[in-house]
């Protein structure tokens, strides 16, 4: 992967990291539910990549950098004391596989953020599920079309 794909990944990742901070519980604290995560209860980003498939290489390329600034943060102390943990799943690179991991990002592992891989395709295909949920979903390396 070039330095300036590298670059791009790690200021996406910092950007998305710094939102879920700014996110949270929407429950006024006088009021909270026994359903909130607890402050310490780490922040769960989702990732979906091509672990299999034509676009592996770029996708392990790709799962290397996250990893490397997700080690920065948490050294660093995490958002607000908590850290930061990613779940990873495979999108075979097809549009299906992405649609997949996104459905079982957002149903299963309940996550609020999901970072796509860098094809235009996938990444329209997951828009079209995360936007109604409400999810935070950044593709990492789009088209504009």
């Known amino acids: ?14 950007m998305v990291i710094g939102l879920a901070a700014c996110g949270g519980n929407s429950t ?4 909270a539910s026994n359903d909130s995560p607890a402050k310490t209860d780490p ?7 091509p672990q ?5 290489e770029i996708g392990a390329q790709i799962e290397k950098t996250i990893n490397i600034a997700l080690d920065q ?10 850290e930061i ?3 990873v799943y ?5 549009s299906e596989g992405a649609q997949k991991a996104a459905q079982r990002l957002v149903d299963q592992d309940e ?9 235009s395709g996938n990444n329209k295909a997951v828009a079209e599920y995360v936007e109604p949920n409400k999810v935070l979903h950044v593709g990492l390396g789009t088209a504009t079309t």
């Open 111 to 119: 996550v609020q953020v999901i970072l796509g891989d860098y094809q």
């Open 43 to 49: 922040i769960k980003i989702g990732v979906y990549l």
């Open 52 to 56: 299999t498939g034509s676009g592996a």
């Open 73 to 82: 943060a948490n050294a660093a102390g995490g958002v607000n004391g908590r």
């Open 1 to 14: 992967m070039n330095f300036k794909k590298v670059i791009a990944v790690l200021l996406t990742l910092v």
């Open 28 to 31: 006024p604290a006088n009021n």
């Open 90 to 94: 495979d999108t075979a690179t097809t």
């Open 85 to 87: 943990q990613i779940i």
